[in-house]
């Protein structure tokens, strides 16, 4: 038997959520865990590679409503997976796309824009 986190957060509630962190926030990252506790390996991967350009990122963990957050996430930048990097209201990518900006010398530019 798997674990199915329950929820007491509605649709609606996450879009307000989602919507109002990628309006309030230079940088976020929505993630599987925390900054502190990441809980997949992509997730962690990207806290690492922005925590290299940047100090104050806003993490949020989609776990207690996952699909309601792969929903919401979704009408903003088109993709289901988790991580999603999102900065100055731009959807930038997950790991991989963070992975390949750090590669080519792009990642600080683009998180510090």
Known sequence: MTFQPGT????????????????SNDVV??????RLM???GYSQRAV???S???????TIDVLPALDQY???LESHSGWETIP??????????GSDILAELD???????????
């Open 29 to 34: 990252l929505f993630m599987k865990g925390n």
């Open 70 to 72: 792969r929903s919401a």
């Open 8 to 23: 007491d957060l509605s649709e609606d509630e996450v879009r307000a959520r989602v919507d109002d962190a990628i309006e």
């Open 84 to 93: 999603q990097t999102f900065v100055d209201g731009e959807f930038v990518g």
């Open 103 to 113: 590669e080519r010398g792009e990642l600080d530019e683009t998180l510090r824009t």
């Open 38 to 40: 990441p809980q997949c």
């Open 52 to 58: 290299q350009y940047v100090d104050e990122f806003e």
């Open 48 to 50: 690492n590679l922005i």
